[in-house]
């Protein structure tokens, strides 16, 4: 008899009433009355199991002596969310028996490889919270140190790509492009209705920004909803062959929001978790062909070619056991694409170019990516990619899909460029010296336009007016700053003023040593 | 100029009031109202910094759109008792800057050794609240695989023995005893007495029971206050040369605790932390000359011999570097100690022993362990000690000054075994049929007296009538249930029949194949 049975001995199932309050608590937390906990061997940071019904959840416990009386328990909102209770409810509550996924943990942070079914149930008991973020830590710092098989890998991704909805259009071919790492939400919506225009099926599910300006899903919802379900991703996609949408509205592949929670402080990007991760993703909306676009050099992700060369291969070699066929374009990643910065700025950009024009290298980044696809599916035979991606361009019919798209997301599909909303508040930047651009430096430019109010204010952001290379002359305008309000505006000209200054020119003295 | 820094631009620094929740969150926790969080870029689980005056310190953030209003913060207890905050106080928030140990716990992830400074480091953010749960637990799975030299945990054991309060009695020699994953309460209380009788200082810290039936600060609780204050521990040590209290109501080597909770789900005991963990706290209370009760066998924790000699070599080593002089025996942890299990059932074997009566196996292994300190401190020639103890037991001097120690802890010390409060409800486990008894399981005994009631009803537990090797027969009684209620006698017996029964009978046929 496994001696964590006992667990169960010390909190007898009780049942109390449910008393609801209005905190969103990051997790599942529920209230328990102080006294009562105790004497039930029930402490802070305990993990219960609830249950109503044929409804369970796992919930972290928070103890008051005031707020919740003995007999009831005080819900937050996840958990009531989660469990369908309202105040009054009778539910019952014991302790957790110990997850099967803390010894299949332990197994990978000794060394060994994990099977299939030890893998699932490592997700299984994430999805059901009965991982805390600690022991969830652990699993994440162990595959960092000890590293993932092929085989884990490809368990990994059926596992996440399984913990949450499909979504199957029942149409073929389906076509996905992803960026590591890069600054490209334009890219995406400049290539999808080509990609939609040509006949391709593209139901693209996109992020919202984490750190940068303005994330994909960002921008989109300057011109339309992106916060739809998976049944109008569908209809809209199945209507008009491609659609641009929020991915964490939907439940793709839901494990994955969970694990990316705790890499982040470390930038910990295991190899086999950065594949699973992206290609979960791929898997959950029924991609077959994929084009990855993996941009190098300074300011990316990457920096070494070697490096970025291995990375996808085993992105071709993992996809390709998955049932998916991918293709990496490793691409020049030290200069920001287009010349807006923020979401509504970046709309500007993307009508620019579908209207035939705009900076010529988001169209010329769009249609490279784009023509792989073509390719691959077959939509053009070899080397023919980008001359038909760009005659959809310049035909119009990759504008008029892109106005289709938005009308059938429930956006204006009429929209003109002028009644984008970019801020009013706008202040230039002048050279104070002529020089040759050097650098122009992707972060900065974000945490440039963050401070201006991007992404949350869709106005917000930054117009560049130079790129690398450019000769600049003292009193140009290098850039300017656009903010929804005098006070945004001011915070991001003093942020600027304080040395976040994204252009670089060319120095004659690179260093002296004394 | 770091990226980091960029932090700082999305959240100002804004004055709120403070709104005191009556929550113990388990962990320090804010509410913010949601709006007014979001468009300052703060979300569920982020971590911000808030000053009050001098104070300051660091929380998570959770979100309500109802308790708390834009400008209001709400506090739950842990932050206003850390902040010293009450209602309508204004503080600053804003976010926090990455901790250097991030830095330092992703190098020991890569597998280097870390300096002196960086462990110093991790743990002096982990006592300022600025890693979150997953964070330390990243950092001991990476001390766990990865493993820590002999410098890292000495690095180790200085700063989490100087992360809290350092007893300094100002006398020595100072006497410590420690026993790695045994079931010796009672022991300590023995020994404790008979140590300071002899004229040794013995500031004993101990703690509470987490999944035994009672820890020795739950035991000694039954004579005398054990949460008390550094000062008054001092005075106590002062006038009676010792005394037994919960080292958790001091701020001794406060980081331990913090690190215990991590390790906890995994078991994780990685070497170079656990010796850390110990040693740490013998730094804290001053403590020179040291003797480990290393039990081996059958439900202990370590089986291996091999396995405990390389750990003591490793104690004895380590702690003789942090000017401790340490001495290990290890001894057999299969059978348990004495008769009684539950904090009051113990208090009657030890005033048994005290009173020259008593369990022997208790009486005689208090002497091992105290005639080792006898002799390390010179108090006894060597081969002298174990005598040395006997006597003082057997005049009476023990007795005395554990009374001494009572009264002046604050308890009564002309305390009788028969005002010992054990529980008033109790039952017999009758022997159904004959035979010799072959192991009795500390675990099950364990779980037997919690589901009675121990340690929080101080009266429960159980008392056992045979030991290993005793022939019992059909009928005769095996143990006794005790407890403080009806309902909990009849959950514990419950649990008896339901399978968890201590005493094994030598089997005839162990097994059998087919």
Redesign the interface.
Known sequence: ?S?DK?EV??LKEWTTKVKA???????HII?LN?EEA??N?V???YRVELHKGKERGVA????????VKPGEIGIFKEVAADLKLKNGDKIHIHHITRPPS?DH??KK?D?NSLKRDEVHRIIKDLMDNYL???????F???V???GLTDDEVIYLTEAISQSGDILDIGKKPVVDKHSIGGVTGRVTMVMVPILAAAGLWVPKTSSRSITSAAGTADAMEVLAPVDIGIEELKEVVLKTNGAIVWGGGMNLAAADDKLI??RH??SLDPKGILLASILSKKKAVGADNVVVDLPIGRGAKIQDAKVAKALARDFIDISKRLDMRTEVLITDGSDPIGTGIGPALECVDVFKVLEGEGPRDLRDKSCVLTAKLFEMTGKAKPGAGFAMAEKLIDSGKALSKFREIIESQGGNGKIRIDDLPIGSYKHEIIADKSGRVHHVDN?ILS?LA??AGAP?EKGAGLRLHCERGDKVYKGSVLFEIYAESESKLD?AIK?YEG??NPIELQKIVLDSVK
Chains 1, 2 share one sequence.
């Open positions: 008899m001696v006992a001995f010390n309050f209005d905190i969103i608590a990051g997790g209230l102080e105790m004497q061997g402490y802070p940071n972290v416990v928070d103890l008051t002596s005031e707020l803390l943990i332990k942070m060394g805390s973020q600690a022991e969830l830590s652990a994440i710092t162990s960092y140190i000890r929670q705790i402080p470390f972060k945490h963050r401070a949350i915070f942020a040395g976040w």
